[in-house]
């Protein structure tokens, strides 16, 4: 289950939630990949993810998605699974 929020350049995972105990399913996966076909399809530029929290194992599976960006220090800044221990 997924709550977006649409906005004029994209759309915004708000909340979400799936079967923990499931994970050869791949929702986390799947709900990203479903976002991004929405925000495609309707002509927006932009997915937003939603909340990360890079100790989180079960938020993981966020960054995988590339190109990627973090808002920090009121700027987006490029992401790479790489560079994630200066984050």
Known sequence: VMQ?????????AV????EP???ARSLGTWLIVTLAEYTKNTGRTYAYLGLWIKESPKMSYKARFQPLELFIGEKWVDFT????SAV
Do not use: L, V
């Open 81 to 84: 699974p790489e560079a994630s």
């Open 21 to 23: 105990d499931a994970p």
């Open 4 to 12: 977006i929020d649409e906005m004029p350049d994209g759309t915004s």
């Open 15 to 18: 909340y979400s939630f799936f």
